[in-house]
T-cell receptor, first 120, second 106 residues
């Protein structure tokens, strides 16, 4: 059974950092692409980043240069390092497995989400 | 960057058909998928590659994609279908979501 479990959310001041983890089971992060998607209060879903099955990473313009995604294949876990956080980064962050021909045409399994709150 | 446009809200009565649209430039050249997100829950994939249903998704969910518009159709809408719905495409090494449509079943 495919499962993704996020952890690492919390309260941080503007300018601070948080590191989210996404522990995967039922598939291997070395073979599948794992994406990060967030939903801010009152807003819709926003794609943030992907760690592709080839190990490459891509980012949305809104977080480029501040967020960094990585993976540890020995722990079958993907990470999202969030630096220089802003109030507008407050959101529930989801990790999701990619599927389809490109490896991430669609997101077929999602975690339960981790809340990151940026406030002073 | 690529943009997808959805109506913000839609209301239907139980048993009626709900039709949610998603518009984008030459959208028919891309594969569209759709997600359902109920309040307090994680998103769920309900359609991929325009019109394919993942295992476990009821047959009342169907989709199409032609020209600049993709459509999610829910036939015989039930109260449990009340949720936010998002369309989504892959474009230029990024994923793009529509703004979402809140479906209310009155």
């Amino acid at each position: 059974e495919v499962q993704l479990v996020e952890s690492g959310g919390g309260l941080v001041q503007p300018g601070g950092s948080l590191r989210l983890s996404c522990a995967a089971s039922g598939f291997t992060v070395s073979n599948d692409c794992v994406n990060w998607v967030r939903r801010a209060p009152g807003n819709g879903l926003e794609w943030i980043s992907v760690v592709s099955c080839g190990g490459r990473t891509y980012y949305a313009d809104s977080v480029k240069g501040r967020f960094s995604a990585s993976r540890d294949t020995s722990k079958n876990t993907v990470f999202l390092q969030m630096n220089s956080l802003r109030v507008e980064d407050t959101a529930v962050y989801y990790c999701a497995r990619g599927g389809g021909g490109s490896g991430w045409d669609f997101l077929d399994y999602w975690g339960q989400g981790a809340l990151a709150t940026v406030a002073s | 960057s690529y943009e997808l446009t959805q109506p913000p809200s839609l209301s239907v009565s139980p048993g009626q058909t709900a039709t949610i649209t998603c518009s984008g430039d030459e959208l028919e050249d891309k594969y569209v998928c759709w997600y359902q997100q109920r309040p307090g829950q994680s998103p769920v994939l309900v359609l991929f590659e325009d019109d394919k249903r993942p295992s476990g998704i009821p047959e009342r969910f169907s989709g199409s994609n032609s020209g600049n518009t993709a459509t999610l159709t829910i036939s015989g809408t039930q109260s449990m279908d009340e949720a936010d719905y998002y369309c989504h495409v892959w474009d230029s090494n990024a994923l793009v979501f529509g703004g979402g449509t809140r479906l209310t079943v009155l």
